[in-house]
């Protein structure tokens, strides 16, 4: 068995913590002979949603134990307002994984509210109760949710969900995911319509009970294909997107991540797995994963300009995306909101203006590479010591929003993200439409002619706050810049529709951006939408 502890220290620890592993010879502070157990919850609820929690247990094949009893406390401003009893009788955990989908009326409906949920747990014949989780270090602090007294705002014809998650696909030794199903339900209490499927392509070639082992018959690969196909099938009005996340090499030779979503086949790529010490050459290249794929599979840089560690790229050969990467025409898209506005994505909303001006059809994407996480992420802080905790990356919190002509479907998905149909949005939504058409969009479609009537719509609510700033821009190909061709400060309200009639000179796109106030936002934080563009040419 390959011992690979020596890189555990650089890995990023963005699922939830798996605390029974340990350096060979080293002492673990967060071990314990218990499997672990947590409760998570959407941050978010649709009006007339009950509250939905996700109990989930792992690693109680290791450590068999009891769960007693399981119980919820609903505050609200300080105040207790209800209890619910979740289980109806005691659960053995014996299994690698227990979880189990929990919902509870509550008679607040809009609102901040706080949830405790407190577990009692016999193992080693010992009774313990726990709140909210059972890691030593971490905060057990309450889960906060919101509770919206308006769906989330929205067009027809337009879907919205995530485009990189992970799920109990992803598992190694310091972390691991949701499961698919209990994903799919939280997803659809807060009001999304889909997510991607985007597990680790170096663990998906796994053992299914062994992490540290390869197993070419890729039984956790196909039982990823086995399990979306099946949920997909039962389920109307959502999906679930089969995909992959593929190390691979970018032109310096160096790890990047790529979200190959809708492939068949599985495309190896291990090279930062830190499964071979030292050996970081990944399998393949980005221009032989484009090869590889099929067809109609959707290409996507994975947060293309996130920074990188220097320590991940001295001993994982970890790089970034840069422009001679992103040139590839074959690429169909970048993922640069990556759960936050934060300096990757900056410099990955900049990358992809000056892939536009050179006529490249490269479209944008929004997802949280969230790894279970619908409330907060509780990671390995310092091995293993401490667990960290952040409100970061939180599924479904930053999103893609796809508009189709038809049902909501995998397929139908997929090639509405391959054309570009979409839009990336944390709170409110954008839209362009050619008047007098009766067309869903014109997002991602060419519009020939001298001039063009466009129909700009966008569409906030009292959760994202009033509008603030709508702009939109002409990208001439061949330019060093784009052209603001409309801008409106300080709108205010919750709806604006403008009609515009944009000249076409030359071969040219078209893109809108919305921002909205933070001072009267649930969060206090402005939120914002973008839509990829529309090609225009003269004749």
């Known amino acids: 068995m390959t011992d690979f502890s020596q890189y555990s220290l650089l890995l990023p620890f963005l699922l939830y913590a798996e605390t029974h592993y340990r350096f060979r010879y080293f002492f673990s502070y967060l071990k314990k002979p218990e499997p672990e157990i947590l409760a998570d919850a959407p941050h978010r609820l649709e009006p007339g949603q009950p509250i939905t929690l996700l109990l989930l247990s792992k690693d109680g094949d290791l450590y068999p134990a009891t769960l007693r009893?399981?119980?919820?406390?609903?505050?609200?401003?300080?105040?207790?307002?209800?209890?619910?009893?979740?289980?109806?009788?005691?659960?053995?955990?014996?299994?690698?994984?227990?979880?189990?989908?929990?919902?509870?009326?509550?008679?607040?409906?809009?609102?901040?509210?706080?949830?405790?949920?407190?577990?009692?747990?016999?193992?080693?014949?010992?009774?313990?109760?726990?709140?909210?989780?059972?890691?030593?270090?971490?905060?057990?602090?309450?889960?906060?949710?919101?509770?919206?007294?308006?769906?989330?705002?929205?067009?027809?014809?337009?879907?919205?969900g995530d485009c990189h998650t992970h799920s109990t696909f992803t598992e190694d030794q310091v972390e691991f995911g949701s499961p698919l199903e209990g994903s799919l339900q939280l997803c659809k209490s807060m009001g999304l319509s889909f997510f991607c499927a985007t597990d680790h392509s170096y663990d998906l070639d796994d053992k299914v009970d062994s992490y540290l082992e390869n197993d070419p018959t890729l039984p956790k690969w196909n039982a990823l294909q086995r399990q979306a196909e099946s949920l997909n099938q039962e389920e109307t009005g959502f999906a679930i997107v089969r995909g992959e996340e593929v190390s691979c090499r970018n032109a310096e030779g160096r790890n990047v991540h790529f979200l190959v979503l809708g492939n068949r086949g599985y495309i190896p790529g291990s090279g930062d797995s830190a499964e071979r010490w030292f050996r970081t050459h990944s399998e393949h290249s980005i221009q032989e994963v484009l090869q590889l794929k099929s067809a109609d599979a959707v290409a996507i840089a994975a947060h293309p300009s996130e920074p990188v560690p220097l320590l991940q790229r001295l001993l994982l050969g970890r790089g970034g995306w840069d422009n001679v990467d992103l040139k590839n025409s074959f690429l169909d898209g970048v993922q640069f909101l990556n759960g936050s506005r934060d300096n990757g994505f900056r410099a990955g909303y900049k990358s992809w203006v000056l892939r536009l001006l050179t006529g490249q059809r490269l479209f944008a994407f929004g997802g949280n590479d969230a790894h279970g996480n619908f409330n907060r992420f509780r990671q390995i802080g310092v091995p293993f010591f401490t667990i960290r905790e952040s409100g970061q990356q939180l599924f479904g919190k930053a999103r893609t929003g796809v508009f189709l002509d038809s049902n909501i479907t995998e397929a139908n998905i997929l090639k509405s993200l391959k054309h570009g149909k979409s839009i990336l949005t944390d709170g409110p939504v954008i839209n362009i439409r050619q008047e007098g058409r009766n067309q869903v969009t014109a997002i991602g479609n060419t519009i020939t002619g001298k001039m063009v009537q466009m129909e700009l719509e966008?569409?906030?609510?009292?959760?994202?706050?009033?509008?603030?700033?709508?702009?939109?821009?002409?990208?001439?190909?061949?330019?060093?810049?784009?052209?603001?061709?409309?801008?409106?400060?300080?709108?205010?309200?919750?709806?604006?529709?403008?009609?515009?009639?944009?000249?076409?000179?030359?071969?040219?796109?078209?893109?809108?951006?919305?921002?909205?106030?933070?001072?009267?936002?649930?969060?206090?934080?402005?939120?914002?939408?973008?839509?990829?563009?529309?090609w225009c040419n003269p004749s």
């Not at 569409?459 to 002409?474: P, Q």
């Open 458 to 534: 966008v569409k906030s609510s009292t959760d994202y706050g009033s509008i603030e700033h709508i702009r939109v821009l002409k990208g001439t190909l061949g330019t060093d810049e784009e052209e603001l061709i409309y801008s409106n400060l300080g709108v205010g309200g919750m709806e604006k529709k403008e009609l515009l009639s944009i000249d076409v000179a030359r071969p040219m796109y078209i893109r809108a951006e919305v921002t909205t106030r933070a001072s009267d936002s649930y969060d206090r934080e402005s939120h914002f939408a973008l839509t990829n563009p529309v």
């Open 69 to 160: 009893q399981a119980t919820a406390y609903v505050t609200q401003h300080g105040k207790r307002i209800s209890e619910h009893q979740l289980l109806e009788s005691p659960v053995p955990l014996n299994a690698p994984y227990w979880w189990r989908v929990c919902t509870i009326d509550s008679p607040v409906q809009q609102g901040w509210i706080e949830i405790d949920v407190e577990f009692e747990l016999e193992a080693s014949q010992k009774t313990t109760r726990h709140r909210n989780d059972n890691y030593l270090t971490s905060s057990h602090a309450p889960l906060r949710i919101y509770k919206s007294k308006e769906p989330l705002p929205c067009f027809p014809g337009l879907y919205l």
